[in-house]
């Protein structure tokens, strides 16, 4: 199977990793979607004879602030190029004494405390589904991404649970010692959207969830501030290019993983009961089914 007709690599983050070394045979694609238009202008290229494709999150310059993302946007664009995969690279802040800035953390659970809960969902207008989100992380890709990441030096944590705020602010210090007692590992402002709508449209997911602060908690340290989450923001764009260099041969072919057959047990809604309007809107996601 070539590169270009395999099931391809997507990659959502920070602008600056579609510049990898390694990629080759650069495309841009201006993807239109019936959510919207995506964060930004979709970077393909080649790694190690693989399709990938890079999705800046807040747009080049971070100009799009978490609550504005849109996405529904972004995750189906991907799935209409035929990505099968996506790695997230994501800014965190540590709610535990043992993650220090710079760490990496892989998380298996979410615990939501967004408010737009209704956006994060292709389904609708008539054709209703309720996916399995008991594991939101696929297992297979996240141990793929473990192995990466300790081949390349970095001190990585395999497992614990991302909490999702609104943002854009920062969290007030009640808000961070509320989600500390409840033993939750890292907080950040954009993944648990991103895993759902994964989820539904069939697409295995892990996330590189990058330290940048101990979010206000630590009194003894500097409440986070944009300049400080900055700060590390540049050495760990590096940390992830190596690791993202390591585990894209690694990823498999063919997508055969529980993630990519999600639906079959999610969908409640009767075929013959299917607008063909809501269809044709969601036919990346549901075309094995039409």
Known sequence: MSAAAAPAIGIIGGSGLYQMEGVENPTEHQVETPFGAPSDVIF???????????????????????????????IWALRSLNVRWIICVTAVGSLQE????????????FYDRTSRGAEHTFFGEGIAAHITFAEPISDDLRE???????????????????????GPAFSTRA?????????????????????????????????????????CWKVEEEAVSAQAVFGHLVANAETAKKILAAAIPRVPAEPNWPEHSALDSALTTARKLWPEETLRKLQPILSRFS
């Open 175 to 215: 808000e961070s010692e509320l989600n500390r007692r409840h033993g939750f590992d890292v907080i950040g402002m954009t993944n648990l959207p991103e895993a759902k709508l994964a989820r539904e449209a069939e697409i295995a997911l892990a996330t590189l969830a990058m330290i940048t602060d101990y979010d």
């Open 44 to 74: 393909g290229g080649t790694m190690a004879g693989r399709q990938v494709y890079f999705l800046p999150r807040h747009g080049r310059g971070h100009r799009l602030l978490p609550h504005e993302l849109n996405h529904r946007a972004n």
């Open 98 to 109: 043992k993650y220090e800035p710079r760490d990496v953390l892989l998380p298996t659970q």
């Open 144 to 166: 793929i991404l473990a192995e990466a990441a300790e081949e390349s030096g970095v001190k990585v944590h395999n497992g614990g649970t991302y909490v999702n705020m609104d």
